[in-house]
């Protein structure tokens, strides 16, 4: 289809990531451009919200009632002094070491130029990735989908990873290399996964995932395209297209994002 466009010169992406557009079939002539900000505060409230699903121990609590059962033995965790390994540390990932860091946790981040950044506590180079992931009790990933990234979390981080440790996935499912994470999950190396991206979608019935009582599967709604949010930038880019000046941001499509 976007081979067939001869017309075309300007893609707006509607969702946070663009891998699906920087394909061959698309001209080099075609403006490719993003819409940051509009993602980063749904994405932190997810990560925040199933970090404290975890401490909080809701299931433990939710099957108790499944099951008549007064546990006021077991009593919840606090995020308050948890360390959170940000992988990516783009405008989504900033927004997320914010919301992390108001709640007391430790947020350390983990980006391709290991440049301190003012949100995270410490910021590391992606060579250094295992340093960070030995520290972590949360991993959240957020890294776009490249030819570097695929697959890059995998084994090697898994056995960086502590056994209590929980693994966020909400970037895209082909970074994380899936046949390692199940193998993971399964042999209790982590803790548990919380996974709103996948390397096929939908989910497949059959697949090995849904299986896992350590795993909590959402349908990639974590940051949600809404007319609401995405009109005002796509608005400003029209308006700046029809006078003929830049388009405010536009994807580098050699870097992937």
């Known amino acids: 289809l976007l081979a067939k466009a001869g017309r075309l010169r300007w893609l707006q992406v509607m969702g946070a990531g663009v891998d699906w557009a920087l394909v061959p079939e698309l001209p080099p002539r075609v403006v490719v451009t993003r819409a940051p900000g509009v993602f980063g505060p749904w994405m932190a409230e997810y990560v925040v919200g199933w970090c404290a699903w975890v401490t909080q121990r809701m299931a433990t609590y939710l099957e108790a009632q499944r099951q008549r059962r007064w546990i006021d033995h077991i009593l919840p965790d606090r995020l308050l002094g948890k360390t959170l390994a940000i992988v990516g540390l783009g405008d989504i990932g900033r927004t997320v070491a914010r919301a992390a860091r108001a709640l007391g946790m430790r947020v350390l981040g983990v980006s391709r130029s290991g440049r301190p950044l003012r949100e995270a506590d410490r910021v590391y180079r992606m060579g250094a ?15 776009p989908l490249t030819p570097q990234t695929r697959g890059l979390i995998g084994p090697d981080a898994f056995d960086a990873m502590k056994p209590t440790a929980w693994l ?27 996974l709103d991206v996948f390397a096929i979608e939908p989910l497949p019935p059959y697949h090995s995932l849904w299986g896992l009582d350590n795993v909590v599967i959402t349908p990639h709604i974590s940051g949600p395209s809404t007319p609401e949010e995405i009109a005002p930038i796509f608005n400003d880019n029209l308006a700046r297209w029809l006078a003929g000046r830049p388009l405010r941001h536009v994807v580098d499509r050699k870097a992937g994002y």
């Not at 990735?129 to 890294?143: E, G, N, S």
Request: aromatic share 2%; charged share 20%.
């Open 168 to 194: 966020l996935n909400i970037a895209r499912g082909a970074v994380v290399n899936e046949p390692a994470l199940i193998d993971a999950l399964r042999d209790h190396r982590i803790a548990g996964a919380i």
């Open 129 to 143: 990735l295992r340093a960070a992931l030995r520290q972590a009790d949360f991993v959240v990933v957020l890294l």
